[in-house]
């Protein structure tokens, strides 16, 4: 399939498609003529790829994954899993610093007339 399709199916622009190829992301793909043709595995890795973005991965990261699974032949389960288990833990902090802060500013609308004179 062309990459129009490609880029209906998944969501992905023609130019991330693109940039995709450009750094390793996804395999060139076959050429008839001038034309990049694609097949279903590229959709699901590229839809893939665009969830986990969605997700907060960034394409470094998700480098890192494709690296592996050409070096080893096989989805690196252990290394996806180690991502987003430290994913999972940023977000955690995250989330209670902004309880925290939440919190303090609830704190200072209290606060904040008492001080005035």
């Known amino acids: 399939m062309f990459i129009g399709r490609v ?3 998944t969501g992905a622009s023609i130019k991330a498609i693109r940039h995709y190829e450009s750094i390793g992301l996804i395999k060139a793909p076959k050429r008839s003529g001038s034309y990049r043709i694609y097949d279903e595995h590229d959709v699901t890795v590229i839809a893939m790829i665009r969830k986990a973005q ?3 991965f960034s394409l470094a990261e998700l480098k890192e994954v494709v690296s592996q699974k050409i070096a080893d032949k096989t989805l690196p389960f252990d290394l996806i ?4 288990d430290s994913k999972v833990s940023v977000l955690n902090t995250q989330a209670m610093e902004l309880i925290a802060q939440a919190k303090q500013l609830e704190k200072f609308k209290i606060e904040l007339p008492k001080s005035l004179p």
């Open 54 to 56: 969605t997700l907060g």
């Open 7 to 9: 880029s209906e199916l």
């Open 81 to 84: 899993n180690s991502l987003i």
